[in-house]
């Protein structure tokens, strides 16, 4: 059952469910490209996460509760289809991360099988955030869910490939972090990476993104 909520006086939020997991987000990505296919007059800016769907509006220009109900329309007419503007980014990642090894251990399989499991998936990315172009990717295999590290990094350099949890992703930039980084690749692609579209890692000993 999804849910409307307020987000201040220019920000509708909907709430699809509760915890991140491949089939809800699929229903929130469709949402968003229904929106960007068939905009709602007045809205700014549609942004997805794992459960939510905020929706940000100039309250100004357009009636909120206008807002409300013309989106609400959208999700009705969501297509079951798969999404024809999808797109797949292959990054090619170098596998010599400060936490690979200690991620292999507390997994109890080899760097070899870690990295075997990291590149087969193909990964959808839920979302963009915590710094602009980062990509919360789904699709991680079971066996290498692991915890955030306990003390996060001052720095974490740019083009880092982490895992944490059921996500993997890139850091575009250097930034504070508490991934476990296993691998880097070229951070330049980040910047073309759009909700919805798939990411598929490479294992290669010189690490640029295509």
């Known amino acids: 059952m999804t849910t409307c909520f307020a987000l201040g006086e220019g920000c509708w939020c ?10 809800l987000s ?5 949402a968003y490209r229904e929106l960007k296919k068939n905009p709602v007059n007045g809205v700014l800016d549609v942004v997805p996460a794992y459960t939510e769907l905020a929706v940000h509006f100039d309250p100004l220009r357009v009636d909120a509760f206008e807002v409300r109900d013309e989106v609400e329309k959208r999700f009705t007419l969501q297509s079951s289809t798969e999404p024809t ?3 797949l980014h292959r990054f090619q990642v170098r596998y010599e991360g400060a936490d690979l090894v ?5 997994l109890q399989l080899s760097v070899e099988e870690v990295i075997q499991r990291h590149t087969a998936p193909v990964y ?15 699709g991680l295999d079971p066996l290498l869910q692991v915890p955030r590290r306990a003390s996060p990094r001052i720095k974490v350099p740019a083009g880092s490939v982490a895992l944490a949890g059921v996500q993997t992703g890139i850091y575009p930039q250097e930034s504070p972090g508490g991934w476990n980084v296993i691998g880097t690749t070229d951070p330049v ?17 010189n690490a640029v993104c295509g």
């Open 124 to 138: 959808t990315i839920a979302m963009i955030g915590f710094v602009p172009h980062f990509p919360y990717c789904l």
């Open 26 to 30: 699929n229903r929130v990505l469709a």
């Open 102 to 106: 200690s991620v292999a251990e507390s």
């Open 85 to 87: 503007d999808q797109k």
């Open 189 to 205: 692609g980040c910047q073309r990476l759009r909700p919805g579209d798939q990411i598929q890692f490479v294992a290669t000993e």
């Open 14 to 23: 909907w709430r699809f469910g509760d915890a991140p997991d491949p089939e």
